[in-house]
């Protein structure tokens, strides 16, 4: 088998130091390109913190996360957000778009903010991913002016726009009606096949999770299954 895009070794996390509160006991994972996984489990069992960690934000307190064949061990701060522009995407349940920007300068941030400056190609990019998530006639139109099912969707757009081979998406529904909750994850599972994108999802919804690849569940900072939806 090819070598995996993740690879999350024994990964230890604990918060305090007088009182210590360890939120993953030990966490083994691994993701390969084009698989589609959703990421379940009570509340405070750790979904949240691992996705942290292995979205580079949060660092383990022991274990090692590998991403893209890039041990994360070793590197600085300026290392990693290197490494995260370059290999991953970032989709959220708060869409988390400037609300005074247009649809097109959204899809345009991340690129936007590593290259220092717009350029045509940048632009070329947003202009067809916007098309590609059924925005095209609403480029123009300020964050704000969107609804909460295409302001989801521009975040699925932005979230591409540096051609990430693994998004991590968290609760990206879980803001949404059902219709806009459909939409959003059918357009995720389009770009998850057409494009070979990996997807970790992190869903409270059991309706989503049946439509992933795998469902890997966590369970008091531990995984407690990893298994094909029933």
């Not at 996984?37 to 509340?43: E, F």
């Not at 996360?65 to 989709?91: M, N, P, S």
């Not at 998850?192 to 966590?218: S, W």
Request: net charge negative; aromatic share 4%.
């Amino acid at each position: 088998m090819a070598e995996p895009l993740l690879a999350v070794e024994g990964v230890v996390k604990e918060y305090g130091e007088a009182v210590v509160t360890r939120a993953l006991a030990g966490v083994d994972l691994t993701l390969h390109e084009g698989e589609f996984c959703a990421l379940i489990g009570p509340s405070g069992s750790g979904k949240s913190t691992l996705l942290n960690v292995i979205g580079l934000l949060d660092r383990p307190t022991r274990g090692r996360v590998v991403v893209g064949g890039t041990d994360t061990t070793g590197l600085d701060e300026d290392g990693l957000t290197r490494l995260r522009a370059r290999v991953l995407g970032f989709v959220f349940q708060f869409h988390h778009l400037l609300p005074m920007f247009t649809a097109l300068e959204n899809v345009m941030l991340p690129a936007w903010g590593d290259e220092g400056s717009p350029s045509r190609t940048m632009k070329e990019r947003a202009v067809e991913l916007l098309e590609a998530v059924g925005l095209g006639d609403r480029m123009a139109y300020k964050a704000t002016d969107l609804s909460g099912g295409q302001q989801q969707r521009v975040a699925i757009a932005r979230a591409l726009s540096r051609r990430p081979p693994l998004v991590l998406a968290d609760e990206p529904t879980g803001n949404l009606d059902t219709e806009s909750s459909t939409e959003v994850f059918s357009l995720m599972r389009r770009f998850n096949r057409e494009l070979r994108t990996t997807f970790l999802v992190v869903t409270h919804d059991p309706r989503i999770a049946d439509q992933c690849d795998r469902i890997i569940e966590i369970v008091d900072g531990r995984i407690a299954s990893d298994r094909a939806p029933s």
